[in-house]
């Protein structure tokens, strides 16, 4: 196809012959249509407030600091009743898999930390093991031990956020400080292992740049004891606070065939009740040596589903990974950090599909390489992309703020969204 | 079109000896069967129209190439049929192998969390014209999946209820991720050089 | 008109009021103990926190050891490393070697190429300026030739010079072609 005569030039999707006016929710001025409007997508408390108003569009975001980034939101409301609501992503789009192709193997590694930048240590880990997979290389033991210890690191410090901000959103200040004074802490452990703060660029093709510095295990298990007690009052602070159950408990529910058919990962799929973790399911690197749970949605303040589950699934999952980290430095020996590979990265030829737990879902990887120095194709699944598909169908029926509520729940960030 | 059916698919050459690690890998859909179910008497298509692209000897992540016309049955059979249910679409990536293709491949990631396994499958669909059928039906999330596709290479899902650009602005001319797409030399003024 | 409602479970009225009570209280007691505590933040322009070892902050470039081979230009996935020199036979004689901070991600990849271990990220991060063609900073400790480089060269072209006049005497007398302009 040659781009200049063929394409569509501006206005693109309202040419399309593909899209005859009136297919979907929505036509192209955002008119809902009369699926809407019928009680199909209501829920009983829209039921009791049986108080009709003309519907207003309005936006929200991309500049509010509840929608966790740039994601803007055009919302249709009701009253104080959301009755549709349309996702705008895009705002941060950097072309990551354009630039796949066009850097060398080792040189996109720095960009792979640019997507979730909150669990940069699980996007290093995720595409590292897809490039690995084509290479067919062995990882030296240790390394895929501190590849371990730094992503259930990065997954406790990635959930502290997600608590934090959640909190916040709903109006709790104080946990988000709180939270924050324990990521700085794994924060800082990073900073001592590779240098970086957030852009961590550390776990690398072959294994990890660096061997750990002197007495850096022993600070993680130190930071392990420290958490378990902080987990504590966390949990005090806000899981049981009467006003945040209130506002998350029978919010926001997503049932189990929405969360299937939407794609879900992570937290949103097991806060859906379903014990799906590909750590355990398809066990990598080293965990199926590991005992941990999964924590699945119980339901215990109110539906399974809702947005205290998917909340409560991320706590429980912070103690899960130190178990994790508490079973990794037992087992971790001396040795190589780095398998033997030449400067000039020659992928054989193939195709190669991994997806690992992200904090957030089902990173996924899957790379296609020519046997050259530079990808064919490397797609990236993002797991936020996917989690925030299903608003527009999690949305209708909740009260305005909750809308809040049910995005901080999901935990979106942005940065993958929009890759 | 070219008559040749196979296209300039680099395939692997002397592919490197798995690891052990990697393999076996319990989850991967064996690829005779997932053809055998696809080909049963009443499924969606014939056995000669589905073609095994195994990865290196092991055939460990390899392809099922089927025909684009009908992938939304094929889909509705994998997502429906006891031994598949696959209930998650991973991901939906098209993939431009080269500059000389005339085709693109449009390949469709699936999980099922009840068997935990994982199958491919890739349909073939001309450059000059890429259009196929909608997966949206089956698989909601298919619905951002085809938009980042029809954005990036310019295939259109018929019967998608909404395909418009979704990371790219709306007024982007071509499709970036096709090979031979040119770079704007700027954007409504600001110079992209 | 009825209210939306969120019940707590098997709770009425009364138990959720005393739920909300308490679970208040609960917070309240956490916080009360962090009240008499140190706090974790510091002042930072007056106190600052320590910096570790690998931190990776602005570059610094072992010149002497810096054999101009281009491997941490290469490695960079940004191209923000460009370097210029002269060679005069086994010696450098140095125009720049700029990294350019609007690019620059520190990833930390232009380090590990080095065959010589010269060039490096240190603890500087404070990177503000008014201009951005500022952030083009030059890494050079000094231009041209450094003064070993100079001694070395001339001992060894005193040494060509010496040993082409043994061996032929007749052009004994023609200076070397490449003689360093500046030093």
Request: aromatic share 10%; net charge negative; proline share 6%.
């Amino acid at each position: 196809m040659v781009p200049s005569s063929e394409t569509p030039a501006r206005g693109a999707a309202a040419t399309l012959p593909v899209k005859p006016a009136g297919q979907g929710d929505y036509d192209e001025d955002f008119n809902l249509k009369p699926k809407f409007a019928t009680p199909l997508a209501r829920n009983e408390r829209e039921m009791v407030m049986d108080v009709r108003t003309q519907d207003m569009e309005m936006n929200m975001g991309p500049q509010h600091p509840s929608t966790h980034g740039v994601l803007r939101l055009l919302l249709r409301v009701d009253g104080e009743i959301v009755t549709g609501a349309v996702p705008y992503i895009g705002y941060i789009h950097r072309c990551a898999e354009k630039i796949g192709e066009s850097v060398e193997w080792i040189q996109y590694l720095p960009y792979t930390d640019r997507y979730d930048y909150l669990a940069a240590m699980n996007n290093n880990l995720g595409y590292s093991m897809a490039v690995e997979k084509l290479l067919g290389i062995e990882i030296p033991e240790r390394a895929m031990y501190i590849r371990t210890i730094c992503a259930e690191l990065n997954r406790i410090g990635s959930h502290l956020i997600a608590f934090g901000t959640y909190g916040l959103d709903l109006g709790a200040f104080t946990p988000f400080f709180y939270s924050f004074r324990e990521r700085e802490w794994i924060l800082s452990l990073f900073e001592k292992i590779c240098g970086a703060r957030l852009t961590y660029s550390y776990i690398r093709i072959g294994g990890v740049f660096n061997d750990s510095p002197p007495g850096w295990l022993e600070e993680v298990a130190a930071f392990c004891n420290d958490f378990e007690e902080k987990w504590k009052e966390y949990n005090d602070l806000l899981s049981e606070n009467s006003i945040f159950v209130s506002r998350t408990a029978n919010v926001g529910v997503i049932s189990v065939e929405d969360a299937l058919a939407f794609g879900l990962t992570g937290p949103c799929l097991r806060g859906s009740g379903i014990a799906y973790d590909l750590r355990k399911a398809q066990p990598y690197e080293l965990y199926n040596k590991f005992e941990f749970d999964i924590p699945v949605g119980s339901g215990r303040k109110g539906t399974v589903g809702d947005c205290w589950d998917r909340y409560d699934v991320r706590m429980q999952e912070m103690r899960e990974s130190v178990k994790i980290v508490r079973q990794c430095l037992a087992g971790i020996q001396e040795g190589p950090t780095l398998a033997k590979l030449s400067a000039a990265l020659r992928v054989p030829a193939g195709h190669a599909y991994v997806g690992i737990e992200n904090p957030r879902g089902e990173l996924g990887h899957f790379v296609i390489s020519g046997g050259d120095k530079k990808a064919i194709r490397l797609r990236v699944r993002g797991p936020s992309f996917c989690n925030l598909s299903i608003l527009p169908k999690a949305l209708p029926g909740t009260m305005l703020a909750d809308a809040v509520a049910v995005i901080g729940s999901i935990d979106i960030v942005l940065g993958e969204v929009d890759r | 079109m070219a008559s040749d059916p196979k296209p300039t698919t680099p395939e692997p050459k002397g592919a490197a000896a798995v690891p052990r690690h990697w393999l076996p890998s319990p989850w991967d859909h064996s690829l005779e069967k997932l053809k055998a179910t696809l080909s049963s008497p009443g499924g969606p298509c014939d056995a000669n129209d589905l073609k095994i692209v195994p990865w290196g000897a092991k055939q460990c992540e390899g392809y099922i190439d089927v025909p684009a016309a009908k992938i939304a049955d094929i889909c509705k059979v994998l997502r429906d049929d006891p031994d598949c249910r696959y209930e998650i679409v991973m991901c939906i990536s098209g993939v431009d192998y080269s500059k000389e293709d005339d085709k693109l491949a449009i390949i469709y990631h699936l999980l099922s969390v009840a068997n935990n396994q994982r199958a491919q499958i890739r349909a073939w669909v001309p450059k000059a014209a890429p259009e196929i059928d909608t997966v949206e039906g089956v698989w909601a999330a298919a619905n951002w999946h085809e938009r980042e596709t029809y954005d990036f290479f310019g295939v259109v899902f018929r019967g998608h209820s909404d395909l418009r650009r979704i990371l790219c602005p709306e007024d982007w001319v071509g499709f970036p991720l096709l090979k031979d797409y040119e770079f704007p030399k700027e954007y409504h003024g600001i110079s992209c050089v | 008109m009825v209210a939306p409602t969120h019940t707590l479970k098997s709770s009425g009225w009364f138990n959720e009021v005393w739920l909300g009570f308490w679970t208040a209280l609960v917070g309240m007691r956490i916080t009360l103990k962090y009240f008499f505590k140190k706090p974790e933040t510091v002042q930072y322009p007056e106190e600052r926190m320590p910096i570790p070892d690998r931190y990776r902050g602005i570059h610094y470039l072992e010149q002497e050891k810096c054999i101009y081979c281009f491997m941490c230009a290469r490695a960079c996935p940004v191209d923000c490393i460009s370097m210029e020199a002269v060679r005069h036979g086994k010696e450098l004689e140095w125009v720049s070697f700029t990294v350019d901070y609007n690019r620059c991600m520190f990833c930390e990849l232009c380090t590990y190429p080095c065959p010589k271990d010269c060039i490096h990220e240190g603890k500087e991060f404070a990177l503000v300026t008014y201009d951005r063609r500022d952030l083009v900073l030059d890494l050079l400790s000094w231009k041209g030739m450094s003064a070993e480089a100079k001694q070395r060269f001339e001992a060894a072209e005193a040494a060509k010079a010496s040993g082409a006049a043994a061996k032929d005497a007749p052009k004994a007398g023609a200076a070397p072609a490449d003689a360093p302009e500046h030093s």
